[in-house]
């Protein structure tokens, strides 16, 4: 499992993280089909490791993707890990971990350098608006990378959209 983990699961199913659910399982149920450890008779037995390989990965893949709560998981951290490749994010926090400064009407929350990150309400409800439209369920959380303030560090804040500390809700 912690192989599969490191892969991209939508890769193994040739499938794009848009992809919908029924679209997700049309694809592993093809390649299910292709690498079925019963459809190698005549195989050699190197050709069938590999298939029996292949197709423990597309049955790991799918059973994470197919559930509704394990894939949001995984398009959570997958989605943190591609921003890690843009620049440097050193972790993850959540929206309700972080301080609420009404003064300056920004979630706050302490850099280990002593700075702090700051989240405007403006940033939080822009980006839970941006992509609200597709109407896709599985798409319940939001995040935004931001910067210290003193220093270089920088952390993905993530929130869901039920989160009962969206203020401007
Ligand atoms: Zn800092």
């Known amino acids: ?32 089909l292709q690498y079925h450890p019963d459809r190698l008779g005549d195989a050699s037995s190197s050709e069938a490791d590999s298939a029996v390989k ?14 509704q709560n394990s894939r949001r998981q995984y398009d959570l951290q ?30 706050t929350y302490s850099c280990r350098c002593g700075g702090r990150f700051d989240v405007s309400v403006e940033e939080v409800e822009e980006e839970t608006r941006s992509r609200r439209q597709d109407g896709e369920e599985e798409e319940e959380h939001r ?3 931001v910067c210290c303030d ?14 009962k500390t969206l203020f401007f809700k």
Request: with cysteine; aromatic share 10%; glycine share 4%.
């Open 54 to 67: 292949k197709f423990l990965e597309v049955d790991a893949a799918w059973r994470i993707l197919s559930d």
């Open 150 to 163: 003193t220093c270089s560090l920088s952390v993905y804040v993530t929130w869901s959209l039920h989160s």
């Open 1 to 32: 499992m912690c192989e599969a983990a490191e892969k991209d699961l939508y890769a193994v199913l040739g499938a794009s993280p848009s992809d919908s659910l029924k679209e997700l399982r049309h694809r592993y149920q093809q390649l299910a």
């Open 143 to 145: 995040g935004v990378v």
């Open 78 to 107: 997958r989605r943190a890990q591609e921003l890690k490749q843009d620049w440097p994010v050193d972790s993850t926090v959540y929206l309700e971990d972080m301080t609420w400064d009404q003064g300056q009407c920004v979630y």
